[in-house]
């Protein structure tokens, strides 16, 4: 951290700034230059509370010099992190699918769906029990039920299961159901409890980007979740807001290499919830693997027509076999393979 100092400042006022960091802990270099004093802070400054400095008399600006987030940043780990789920692989040279319903359905519904994902191509299946829905009067999930149901498929078809975790009070069933990996949602990207919680785990977490987000916010989200133990974390860009209304998110992919420089977790995108439409769901899907992601979240339906969720986003599952097929034509362009 730098604290640069006004013009006028007297003796006393860089004493009085002196005091406040010397009793967070950190040391100080005073730089006495002609026009300006400037303090270097030498420590851990994320200890210290920028603004808390900034209001001191004599202060004219602070600036950090570390990156808000420690564990999940490429500074503190250069290689690539690669987490396993089941012996599957997600952040090395592999691309990785996960396909599958936005919510559970039925018993069928949910056998149809992983035996599409498995026709596909695609290691891990997708669903949601419980669903965040804007509307309250919109089919809510199944609950507890729908885990069940998706274990049961999963485990029928040799899947893990990925879905998403909204309230703490669902935890307790999400760990007697085994679930494979924890989705927290756009609209929870903030609920720092929550992240908390999944922190204290060792459960690999997809952490979705918040809608309105900035990629820094999002950073910070999974330093959360990082800071109490767990570091099996996959960032999951699913577009944001804009001010479009021809598609229902507008797809960040310049966020992928941003997120690919900045940490060392794997980056996934979910086409399906930035489109929100199915037709665009191929070119997106393309555009996200060219673009360096490490897999990718697609939805697909048995019978997209009858979902009870997201229909016209829904690829059927001949649909997303054929779009497997180009992610894998892609992925080995650019020296890498399909999962
Ligand atoms: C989902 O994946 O089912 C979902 C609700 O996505 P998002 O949180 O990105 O809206
Ligand atoms: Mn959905």
New binding site residues.
């Given amino acids: 951290m730098i604290i640069i100092m006004n013009k006028a400042c007297s003796d006393e006022q860089i004493a009085a700034v002196e005091g406040k960091v010397k009793a967070a802990g950190m040391q100080l270099n005073i730089s006495r230059g002609i026009e300006r004093t400037v303090l270097g802070l030498i420590g851990d400054e994320l200890v210290v509370d920028k603004e808390l400095i900034e209001i001191l008399p004599g202060v004219e600006k602070v600036i950090r010099v570390m990156k808000p987030y420690k564990i999940v940043s490429r500074e503190s780990q250069s290689e690539n992190s690669i987490i396993d789920i089941k012996g599957i692989k997600l952040g090395g040279n592999q691309i990785q699918v996960i396909g599958g319903p936005?919510?559970v359905e039925t018993p069928a519904q949910m056998d149809a769906a992983a035996q599409g994902v498995v026709a596909a191509g695609c290691k891990m299946l997708?669903g949601?029990a419980f669903?965040?829905r804007t509307s309250p009067y919109s089919f809510q999930g199944l609950g507890v039920e729908g885990l069940e149901l998706m274990r049961e498929a999963a485990d029928k078809h040799g899947l893990p299961m990925v879905t998403?975790l909204m309230d703490v009070r669902q935890l307790d069933y999400f760990l007697q159901y085994g679930v494979d990996v924890i989705?927290i949602?756009?609209?929870n990207m903030q609920n720092f409890d929550l992240l908390k919680e999944v922190g204290r785990l060792k459960v690999p977490v997809i952490l979705?980007r918040g809608?309105s987000a900035t990629i820094k916010e999002w950073l910070m989200s999974a330093e959360y979740i990082a800071a109490g133990g767990n570091h099996n974390i996959i960032f999951?860009e699913?577009g944001v807001r804009s001010f479009e209304t021809a598609y229902r998110n507008m797809l960040d992919v310049t966020a992928i290499p941003v997120l690919k420089r900045e940490t060392h977790l794997p980056v996934i995108v979910?086409p399906s919830?930035a489109g929100g439409k199915a037709w665009m769901v191929p070119a997106l899907t393309r555009a996200a693997v060219a673009a360096g992601a490490d897999g990718l979240?697609i939805?697909m339906h048995p019978s997209p027509c009858d979902a009870w969720c997201?229909a016209d986003q829904a690829l059927n599952p001949q649909e997303l076999k054929t779009l497997v097929n180009d992610v894998g034509a892609i992925a080995k362009v650019l020296g890498r393979e399909l999962g």
Avoid: A, I
């Fill in positions: 936005c919510s997708r949601g669903k965040p998403e989705q949602g756009t609209r979705k809608m999951c699913r979910d919830h979240l939805e997201d």
